[in-house]
């Protein structure tokens, strides 16, 4: 089965409402490039106070897809759930009515997604990729009920890395504990 392929810019665009510090509430979720894990997670413990943001930032909601345009090869790409202020170093993407969102968050994180990002940036110490650049990658687009189910599979195959990851680090520390006990008891 073939699919169409289109740029990346005639499926999504880059909805960059700029907020001035003052105007950004303390309620308010702030997501920095620092908080985009590899895997498209975001760390939800640090929401500074409005006072602690100094810049204009851009808005985003839970119908956009969290884009870092500095360093791309990091493949800082993440779905946020709640409305919030970005910093201006990420691009608040908004998917249009024929690709998912999901679909096009895992597409975005794909070595080949991140692989044409990154030979297009300019800068050489803090290289970004601009959306012209960026527009121009080529996504492949199944019909819509194929991108959800794509989709949900690699959402499970998420879930089950997270699930080994943290089984594989409860393990390691169940040895370190029994490593210790040892070593206490033959004192």
Excluded at 60 to 85: C, Q, S
Excluded at 148 to 156: F, M, P, Q, S, T
Aim: contains cysteine; aromatic residues 6%.
């Amino acid at each position: 089965m073939t699919w169409e392929t289109v740029p990346l810019r005639s499926v999504a665009r880059v909805d960059a409402v700029h907020v001035a510090p003052e105007a950004i509430s303390t309620s308010d979720v702030y997501v920095g490039l620092e908080h985009i894990g590899r895997n498209g997670a975001i760390d939800e413990t640090y929401y500074p106070a409005a006072r602690e943001i100094k810049s204009s930032k851009n808005r985003f909601d839970g119908r956009h897809i969290l884009y870092g345009k500095l360093r791309p090869n990091l493949a800082k790409v993440a779905r946020p759930r709640e409305r919030g202020v970005c910093s201006t170093d990420i691009y608040p993407i908004l998917p249009g009515s024929s690709v998912d969102r999901a679909y096009l968050a895992h597409f975005l994180l794909s070595p080949e997604a991140v692989g044409f990002a990154a030979a297009r940036t300019a800068g050489v110490n803090l290289p970004r990729v601009s959306w012209s650049a960026l527009g121009e990658l080529p996504i492949p687009l199944p019909p819509l009920a194929e991108q959800r189910r794509i989709a949900a599979i690699l959402d499970e195959a998420d879930a089950l890395r997270l699930t080994a990851i943290c089984r594989l680090r409860l393990f390691q520390k169940l040895e370190e504990s029994a490593f210790e006990l040892v070593l206490s008891v033959s004192r």
